[in-house]
């Protein structure tokens, strides 16, 4: 792992396109800012280990297909924002 | 036409029911290449509910539903359909679909891509189905 210290306002570039800005920084906290190609994903650490997580779940579980108890009156949960 | 076989059961299909990852399931990135297809089955629950099948190795399958269904104005991305990948369990209650990381699917170019969108509020888990009223 590459060990830079950076202080508000300063840069890292990595590669030729992308660009990490320092906004600002407190205590507990840094805004980062993230300038990048469209074609490049970029997303929190922990939340791409969770969805790893549910999917390998998703993957097991997908045989209950059949044993699901289908006897309640459901209807899809639509999210309406 | 090919045939896999998992417990699902014996399926058949042929080359325009292949999509090819362009870019991959988290934990399942070294396979590309699945089988889109829609079991039949009675149950009026899960008559949306479609299946990937990996090609190379068929017992590993995933459910998934197209999420216009249940989020009318999701992220769009032109000529590909969002759908969730689904989590089963034996209570209906339980049973979630992801809505933070799509699999987009272009039926066209039978392409598909995996997107984590981590900039909107929408949920990994979600409840799939509520009682009727």
């Given at each position: ?18 660009v990490?800005?320092i ?14 190609p ?25 045989e ?18 | ?103 987009y ?28 009223k």
């Amino acid at each position: 792992m590459l060990v830079l210290t950076r202080k508000e306002g300063e840069k890292i570039v990595i590669g030729n396109d992308i660009v990490i800005t320092i906004l600002s920084t407190n205590e507990n906290s840094a805004k980062i800012g993230i300038q990048a190609p469209n074609n490049i994903s970029i997303y929190r650490y922990e939340i791409y280990e969770k969805i790893k997580t549910f999917i390998k779940e998703a993957s097991s579980n997908s045989e209950l297909i059949f044993d699901t108890d289908k006897t309640d009156k459901v209807k899809l949960n639509k999210l309406n924002r | 036409m090919e045939k896999v076989k998992n417990k699902l059961g014996e399926i058949e299909y042929s080359d325009e029911n292949v999509i090819t990852f362009e870019e991959p399931i988290p934990g399942f990135e070294e396979f590309k290449k699945f089988i889109f297809v829609k079991l039949e089955r009675e149950e009026e629950l899960f008559q949306m509910i479609y299946f990937l099948i990996s090609v190379d190795q068929p017992e590993i399958f995933f459910p998934i539903l197209p999420i216009k269904l249940i989020v009318e104005n999701y992220p769009n991305v032109e000529e590909y359909e969002p759908f969730g990948i689904v989590k089963l369990s034996s209570k209906i209650s339980q049973i979630t679909i992801n809505l933070k990381s799509p699999v987009y699917i272009n039926f066209t170019t039978n392409k598909a891509k995996q997107k984590i969108l981590d900039e909107f509020d929408y949920p990994i888990e979600y409840q799939l189905f509520v009682e009727e009223k």
